[in-house]
């Protein structure tokens, strides 16, 4: 059974970061692309970054130049560092695979506010 476990999130002022990590069990977590989502209160879940088995990014355009997704398939996770972080960047962060997803998590809080 499939199972991803977020954490890292937290309270930070606009400007701040914070680096998430996913950690995944239950698969052969180097042969899968991971994504992370996020879903702010009130509005659909969206993809902010995805990180094929190869280490190719992609990036929502909200995001490029402040967020990095990265993985270490030793450890089974996959990160998501956060610069710049702005009031609107505010949601739960989820980590899963990009197109197929696996049962959601419960995903980690991010609250960015002065």
């Known amino acids: 059974q499939v199972q991803v476990v977020e954490s890292g999130g937290g309270l930070v002022q606009p400007g701040g970061s914070l680096r998430l990590s996913c950690a995944a069990s239950g698969i052969i977590f180097s042969t899968y692309s991971m994504g992370w989502y996020r879903q702010a209160p009130g509005k659909q879940r969206e993809v902010v970054a995805t990180?094929?088995?190869?280490?190719?990014?992609n990036y929502a355009d909200s995001v490029k130049g402040r967020f990095s997704i990265s993985r270490n398939n030793f450890k089974n996770t996959v990160y998501l560092q956060m610069n710049g972080l702005k009031p609107e960047d505010t949601a739960v962060y989820y980590c899963?695979?990009?197109?197929?997803?696996w049962g959601w998590g419960q995903g980690t809080q991010v609250t960015v506010s002065s």
């Open positions: 899963n695979r990009p197109g197929a997803p």
């Open positions: 990180i094929t088995s190869g280490g190719n990014t």
